[in-house]
């Protein structure tokens, strides 16, 4: 793919051509954009993509590293962005994001700082939020 001097309104990704469709496609959110006549980007509504490593569920995207995470989390008790890099190994802006997410659903608490955050759910009622919000394990 070629890389176009563009920036994606989501994510500030740089976006890439998709000679195949004729779009400016972001790698990192799945924006999708489509360039008028005078080679200006314009945002693409007609493409309804799913953001990339995301799972669909009741309250809308999430990591599909999510629920392996949070068990991760749980059964450690460390909640903290380097630990799940080393466990899962992935990069920061990755672990930061699904530990957000976490805490966005109450498994883990709101940050301290540098200090770990404190883990809110046990395994039992992680598993059964899973269910119950159609992710699976």
Known sequence: MQIVKAQCENCNGMLEFNA???????????????LEKDN????????KSQPLNTVKTKY?????LFPEAGLYIIRSGKASIGY??????????????IMDELAEY?????EQGTKPRDIIMTEDMFVA???QNGVEL
């Open 40 to 47: 200006r980007k314009k945002k693409d509504e007609s493409v």
């Open 129 to 131: 939020f899973c269910k």
């Open 84 to 97: 799940m890099q080393r466990m899962l190994k992935i990069g920061f802006n990755r672990a930061a994001r």
């Open 20 to 34: 195949k469709y004729g779009l400016l496609i972001c790698p990192f959110c799945g924006a999708s954009y489509m």
């Open 60 to 64: 809308g995207w999430c990591d599909d």
């Open 106 to 110: 109450g498994v883990v608490g709101m």
